[in-house]
């Protein structure tokens, strides 16, 4: 059964709201700054390339023909599910070089991959699990993915890869090595991967608007309000997880705008964002009259 909430931040002072958006930005940019450094160790390249034909060869064993095949190399991951900036550059490694000893196969463009997760804005911590792996390859046209984890063992770092399948339940055996780095425990902090601001939309109708909670602005209420539907692909993988919404209500209590601020895999941002576009609020008021206010909203899916 399907338990999902939806639900606004109620009024808080304008202090306090700034507090928790700073706050809130400010962690955001400095997971973000560090996804922009570059770590200072010198990668094996020798060991990867020798890896990377050992799963290309894997890949031939178990059907991924030249003319229909295509693999995405995922963020590789901390233990903890986080990703950091090795994990990265391991990642771009191995994507350039499978793509540099198989041309027949298609090799995703690892930057696609990057805009995707800024647009959806979802945690690493929330694409480890095998069926998020599978989900996310399918969502870039992949018909495999080759993910990765790394795990700092004193001055060396421990790297383990396996090929999934996206549409079959099937996996390559996991292969793994390891290498040289003084420096793992500043180069494996956890990091995330997308920016800590918003893009701003392209609507040149939507004016300044103000924010629920500030200046005197109050929330606005829910009139209509249904919860949004779960997807198929999170009810199979049992994903219980929130959304985070940014959205725009106009002064009739009609649905402006909204945007994903933390979001989750399965198609459920999409779902949220569906439901929310036919909410009908009470609209927010300032001084007694009705305005346009942005407020956030968590769409909250949950199985029981």
């Given at each position: 059964?399907?338990?999902?909430?939806?639900?606004?931040?109620?009024?808080?002072?304008?202090?306090?709201?700034?507090?928790?958006?700073?706050?809130?930005?400010?962690?955001?940019?400095?997971?973000?700054?560090?996804?922009?450094?570059?770590?200072?160790?010198?990668?094996?390249?020798?060991?990867?390339?020798?890896?990377?034909?050992?799963?290309?060869?894997?890949?031939?064993?178990?059907?991924?023909?030249?003319?229909d095949?295509?693999?995405?190399?995922?963020n590789?991951?901390?233990?903890?599910?986080?990703?950091?900036q090795?994990?990265?550059?391991?990642?771009?490694?191995?994507?350039n070089?499978?793509?540099?000893?198989?041309?027949?196969?298609?090799?995703?463009?690892?930057?696609?991959?990057?805009?995707?997760?800024?647009?959806?804005?979802?945690?690493?911590?929330?694409?480890?699990?095998?069926?998020?792996?599978?989900?996310?390859?399918?969502?870039?046209?992949?018909?495999?993915?080759?993910?990765?984890?790394?795990?700092?063992?004193?001055?060396?770092?421990?790297?383990?890869?396996?090929?999934?399948?996206c549409?079959?339940?099937?996996?390559?055996?996991v292969?793994?090595?390891?290498?040289?780095?003084?420096?793992?425990?500043?180069?494996?902090n956890?990091?995330?991967s997308?920016?800590?601001?918003?893009?701003?939309?392209?609507?040149?109708?939507?004016p300044?608007?103000?924010?629920?909670?500030?200046?005197?602005?109050?929330?606005?209420?829910?009139?209509?309000?249904?919860?949004?539907?779960?997807?198929?692909?999170?009810?199979?993988?049992?994903?219980?997880?929130?959304?985070?919404?940014?959205?725009?209500?106009?002064?009739?209590?009609?649905?402006?705008?909204?945007?994903?601020?933390?979001?989750?895999?399965?198609?459920?941002?999409?779902?949220?964002?569906?439901?929310?576009?036919?909410?009908?609020?009470?609209?927010?008021?300032?001084?007694g009259?009705?305005?346009?206010?942005?407020?956030?909203?968590?769409?909250?899916f949950r199985?029981?």
């Amino acid at each position: 059964m399907l338990h999902s909430r939806l639900m606004t931040k109620r009024n808080r002072s304008r202090s306090a709201w700034r507090m928790a958006a700073s706050a809130f930005l400010a962690l955001l940019g400095a997971a973000y700054s560090h996804s922009q450094e570059t770590s200072s160790v010198t990668l094996p390249e020798i060991e990867i390339r020798t890896l990377a034909n050992r799963i290309l060869q894997e890949a031939g064993k178990l059907d991924c023909k030249p003319e229909d095949c295509s693999i995405l190399v995922a963020n590789f991951t901390l233990p903890s599910g986080a990703t950091s900036q090795l994990g990265i550059q391991l990642a771009d490694a191995f994507s350039n070089q499978l793509a540099s000893q198989q041309k027949a196969i298609q090799v995703i463009e690892r930057s696609r991959l990057q805009t995707y997760l800024e647009q959806e804005r979802i945690p690493a911590t929330l694409l480890n699990s095998e069926k998020a792996i599978r989900w996310l390859g399918k969502q870039l046209g992949a018909t495999a993915v080759l993910s990765g984890t790394t795990e700092g063992q004193g001055a060396s770092v421990r790297v383990q890869v396996t090929l999934r399948w996206c549409e079959k339940e099937r996996a390559g055996p996991v292969e793994e090595f390891s290498f040289p780095d003084p420096d793992s425990n500043t180069d494996l902090n956890p990091i995330d991967s997308f920016p800590k601001t918003v893009p701003s939309s392209n609507s040149s109708s939507i004016p300044l608007v103000l924010r629920a909670g500030v200046g005197g602005v109050t929330s606005p209420g829910c009139s209509y309000c249904p919860q949004p539907n779960y997807t198929n692909p999170a009810r199979e993988a049992k994903f219980n997880g929130t959304v985070l919404l940014q959205v725009t209500v106009s002064e009739a209590g009609s649905t402006v705008e909204s945007k994903v601020i933390r979001g989750v895999p399965f198609g459920l941002n999409e779902a949220a964002m569906n439901a929310v576009r036919d909410w009908k609020f009470k609209p927010a008021t300032r001084e007694g009259e009705p305005v346009t206010c942005m407020v956030m909203i968590e769409a909250t899916f949950r199985l029981h």
